[in-house]
């Protein structure tokens, strides 16, 4: 399902959810016990297991209304993604939020430069592309995104966005991580993701 930008509603209820997950700034609140289940999940099913992500597709399928498919094949296909996205939002801290897209980030150097030719990257290029290859297999997809977020560690990357970018996680996804992986539209990334920082601080 692609979310649009227009998509207030569903964008708020998903981020919202993710908040909740997490203890405040000054460690209150959260739901330690469920964040640490999801932090353990290895594949969909594992986090289909958990309570926390079916308020989180509850909750999304509030918020998007008409907007949910209406297809068993396609509803499943959300649902799963659902389900990856809850066992990925529990790695990520809140404050872990910028303008820079997830692939950028993973395409860096471990110190946080834009590669040379030769330069080693955050994420390999031979598995950054196993990542994008395993989409269409949720398990194998969701243990190397996970796998892709450990590397990250604290880095912070424009989380709005790859809420899209795993939701829909279609052709043209693929093809957008792959320039943001190597930079290619650095200066157009850079000047569209301003708003992706503003909208996180903001949800």
């Known amino acids: 399902m692609r979310l649009?930008?227009?998509?207030?509603?569903?964008?708020?209820?998903?981020?919202?959810?993710?908040?909740?997950?997490?203890?405040?700034?000054?460690?209150?609140?959260?739901?330690?016990?469920?964040?640490?289940?999801?932090?353990?999940?290895?594949?969909?099913?594992?986090?289909?297991l958990e309570p926390e992500t079916h308020a989180l597709i509850a909750r999304f399928a509030a918020a998007a209304g008409g907007r949910w498919p209406k297809g068993k094949k396609e509803s499943a296909t959300l649902e799963m993604r659902l389900a990856v996205l809850a066992l990925a939002l529990a790695q990520i801290e809140p404050n872990q939020t910028s303008a820079e897209r997830f692939a950028s980030a993973v395409g860096r150097t471990p110190d946080g430069r834009y590669p040379g030719k030769d330069?080693?990257?955050?994420l390999s290029p031979a598995?950054?592309?196993?990542?994008?290859?395993?989409?269409?297999?949720?398990?194998?997809?969701?243990?190397?995104?996970?796998?892709?977020?450990?590397?990250?560690?604290?880095?912070?990357?424009?989380?709005?966005?790859?809420i899209r970018d795993i939701l829909a996680f279609d052709d043209e996804v693929r093809r957008d991580w792959?320039?943001?992986?190597?930079?290619?539209?650095?200066?157009?990334?850079?000047?569209?993701e301003t708003g992706d920082a503003l909208e996180a601080s903001d949800a």
């Open 119 to 122: 330069d080693r990257r955050r």
């Open 178 to 192: 792959t320039f943001q992986y190597h930079h290619t539209r650095r200066d157009a990334d850079e000047f569209a």
């Open 4 to 48: 649009a930008r227009e998509d207030e509603t569903a964008m708020t209820a998903i981020i919202g959810w993710w908040r909740m997950l997490h203890p405040d700034a000054d460690g209150s609140g959260g739901d330690r016990a469920g964040r640490a289940r999801l932090r353990r999940a290895t594949s969909p099913l594992d986090a289909l």
């Open 127 to 162: 598995r950054f592309g196993a990542l994008l290859r395993a989409s269409d297999d949720p398990e194998t997809f969701a243990r190397l995104l996970r796998r892709a977020l450990r590397v990250l560690r604290q880095v912070p990357f424009s989380v709005p966005q790859f």
